[in-house]
């Protein structure tokens, strides 16, 4: 790429350089003077309110970074992303987790391929495997119905499924039998051996999820897991002090107990899952874009394949939005915008996300995965460094919760910092007891009023009260912290869909101004072949002199240690 052909010298970026200048010195509580800013800058999508009246942007920034993502080819770009066309260029292959939520009716062809088939005769699996143990069919290698699943998976095969089922745990379907879903991903074991010592081997089923089959995270804690059930079931039953002389083999107990999830069917097969256990999906949907297919079996297995279908359908309603909306009306390409000005041109690197609802508490890490590992690079797509910087520090935490955390810093720290409030708008409107149901209703009430009066206090500051007086410094707050607020009607598994379908293409869309590709990873893997070569050090005692004197003095400390506890 040459100089001139970068983004950064584009002559949308230099009129906004020129604006922000402008922009600097002027405070949210200024913009605000003009009537009328709630309804120029929201805009309604799919069950979604988004609200961006509290950038630090006027009529003027709006329509300089419409501009800006005309001159980086925003439309097309979305245009070739739904076509299935080859968007991720590191890897040379499309990035389609777009076409895991289409209808059965819809037809996606790629390279000569209708994809939808395919996606739907996964769901189709899915939805026999789902059906089966919520008719308490499935059973153990001792016949015992299946009551527990523990889900071994890690990044986008953990935080993902992780997130929803605690998002939509209202939705659990009645009059099935019961079956809990836990999930383990640390590779330390901790999570794991807490359910291993809690939970019944003869009721237990493993979901194994990893894109590759190969994250070592994953397979460790699975060797783990196997192993456990194996010294507690392969047995013959005589032993086991029944009386019955059949032997449970190890085949048996892989066959009742595992479940795999992966784009590699063969190495599935050679650890040992039967094959009418393996669910599929491709190498053209990224492990942090999966939830949507095979990897959100444990959401199906919480809520259902109906609300899960619903949770696909939200999802597609904004992948629609997205395609066929302008610009100006876009809710994920303004979304994208506030964070472009405020990241490039505000010098805001830091953003917090911060839900009022305590079903998305992990709805903050989900986005953290999403955005930091999709757009953490420093690369464009033709392999010169980013003078600019791209994706910001994403953290955050449950806004009832972090008020009493963190905001300290938000609202008179030296960090500007970008915050989203979302929320839902209804709750608690199917509680059966109407005195419980107010009492409930009131309290979301409370929290409405609370995300609704930070987002305030941020924007202006002092101003947002009557002053009573002088005030001393300490108890100042200066305001003009920008902030976005997404309201959903309600939380459902429609428009939780509709939300993260949201996030990937506002991701989407910054890597397009970027120039950078947010479909590869390559910034994780030297750390884990780093990892392995240490780990060989760890184990054989060889190979110390090839390492830093910092990292030779932890070895050795660690060596030292073993060898006092006798290892």
Known sequence: ???????????????????????????????????????????????????????????????????????????????????????????????????????EHARLEVEGEDLVPAVHATLAQMQRMVDKLHAGQWRGATGKAISDVVNLGVGGSDLGPLMVTHALADYRPEGVHDVQVHFASTMDGSQLADYLSRLNPETTLFVLSSKSFTTIDTLSNARTARDWLYARLVCSRGDAGNGAAAEIDRALVMRQHFIGVSASPDKMSEWGIAEVNQLEFWEWVGGRYSLWGAIGLPIALVVGMANFRELLAGAHAMDRHFREAPLEDNLPV??????????????????????????????????????????????????????????????????????????????QGTQPVECDFIAPMRRYDRVEDDATRAHLKAQHR?????????????????????????????????????STTLLLERLSPATLGALIALYEHKVFVQATIWGINPFDQWGVELGKQIAGETEQILTSHEGLERMDDSSRGLIEALWAAEHKAGL
Not at 50 to 77: F, I, N
Not at 386 to 396: A, D, E, R
């Open 1 to 103: 790429m040459n100089q001139e052909d970068r983004i950064d010298q584009s002559p949308a970026w230099r009129a906004l350089e020129a604006h922000a200048g402008e922009m600097h010195e002027v405070h949210l509580r200024e913009l605000f003077a003009t009537p009328g800013r709630f309804a120029r800058f929201s805009r309604e999508a799919a069950g979604l309110t988004l609200d961006l009246s509290k950038q630090r942007w006027s009529d003027e920034t709006h329509a300089l970074l419409l501009a800006l993502a005309r001159e980086a080819g925003v439309p097309d770009a979305i245009t070739r992303l739904l076509d299935g066309e080859r968007v991720n260029r590191s890897e040379d292959r499309p990035a389609l987790h777009t076409a895991l939520r289409l209808p």
């Open 334 to 411: 303004l979304l994208a915008l506030a964070g472009i000005w405020n990241v490039n041109f505000l010098d805001i690197r830091a953003h917090s996300i911060l839900p009022y609802d305590g079903r998305l508490e992990y709805f903050a890490a989900y986005l953290e995965q999403l955005e930091m590992e999709s757009n953490g690079k420093s690369v464009t797509n033709d392999g010169q460094v980013t003078p600019y910087s791209t994706c910001p520090v994403l953290w955050g935490q449950l806004g009832p919760n972090a008020q009493h955390a963190f905001y300290q810093l938000l609202h």
């Open 446 to 482: 409370l929290t409405l009023a609370n995300c609704f009066a930070q987002s305030r206090l941020l924007m202006l500051g002092d101003d947002a009260i009557d002053e009573d007086g002088p005030r001393p410094s300490h108890k100042r707050y200066r305001g003009n912290q920008p």
